[in-house]
Every structure is written in C-alpha cells, then in structure tokens.
C-alpha cells in the first residue's frame, strides 16, 4: 500500500476576480428589426425562446428575497411531464444571464402564461357552453 501524500497550503489566500464591468444592454428586438428592415423569422403569435426570455426579463422582479412573479398570487403543485420539465430546466438555464435568474418553477410559469395567452376568453366561454349542452 502506497503512502497518502497530504499537501497543506500555507501561502496567503488569494481574493477571488470579479468581473465588474458593466454589462451590455439587452437590445430589443423591435428596434434591432427596425434598423435592419428585417421580418420576423419566428412566430409573433406562438412562443418562442427569445420572446419567452423578454418576458421573464419584464415579469420578474424583486422586492427584496427571491424575485417573484408580477401577478403571481401563490405557488400550487402540478402534475410534471419528466420529458417537458427536463426542457424547462435547460430554458431555465439559457435565462440565467437575465439581472434575476428565473427558477424552473418561475419558468414554467411564464411558458404556461404565454400558452394561454393564445386562447381568448371568448373562445373558452363557447367551448364551456359547447360542454355544458
């Protein structure tokens, strides 16, 4: 059996860098459009990642603790597809360059709002009278 060799370090501890330039404004993509007379290459209607990151940008906020939700009101429990949230992790973690990093919940949140933003309350009512007969 070998020797354990344990190496002690006994210099002076050196502080940790810290990048503290300012970091570059997130440009809007109206304006970017706009400069470049460019056309929309992903849905306007549906969701896309870049529109979803735009909104976590707008919709988090602090008050102090961990940044919530504007209009959130409480947390509640549901059912998770592994497949579907493992997609939400990975989007959850593309948003952490935002100045307050969503959580997967706080992400899954956002996607669910901007998927029934899509349907009207009017389209809803009709399909309630449609099964209520």
């Given at each position: 059996m070998e020797p354990t060799i344990k190496f002690i370090a006994t210099g002076k501890q050196v502080?940790?860098?810290v990048d503290t330039s300012k970091k570059a404004p997130q440009l809007d993509p109206q304006v970017v459009r706009r400069a470049f007379n460019a056309k929309a290459v992903a849905s306007t209607k549906g969701l896309d990642l870049f529109s979803l990151?735009?909104?976590?940008k707008r919709m988090l906020?602090?008050?102090?603790?961990?940044?919530?939700?504007?209009?959130a009101s409480a947390q509640v429990k549901?059912?998770?597809i592994e497949a579907d949230w493992d997609k939400i992790e990975r989007i959850a973690q593309s948003a952490s360059t935002l100045p307050h990093k969503?959580?997967?919940?706080?992400t899954a949140a956002v996607i669910l709002h901007f998927a029934l933003s899509r349907i009207s309350n009017a389209e809803i009512?009709?399909?309630v009278r449609k099964a209520l007969g």
């Open positions: 502080a940790r860098i990151r735009e909104a976590m906020a602090s008050s102090g603790g961990r940044p919530s939700i504007e209009g549901i059912p998770r969503p959580s997967v919940t706080q009512e009709e399909e």
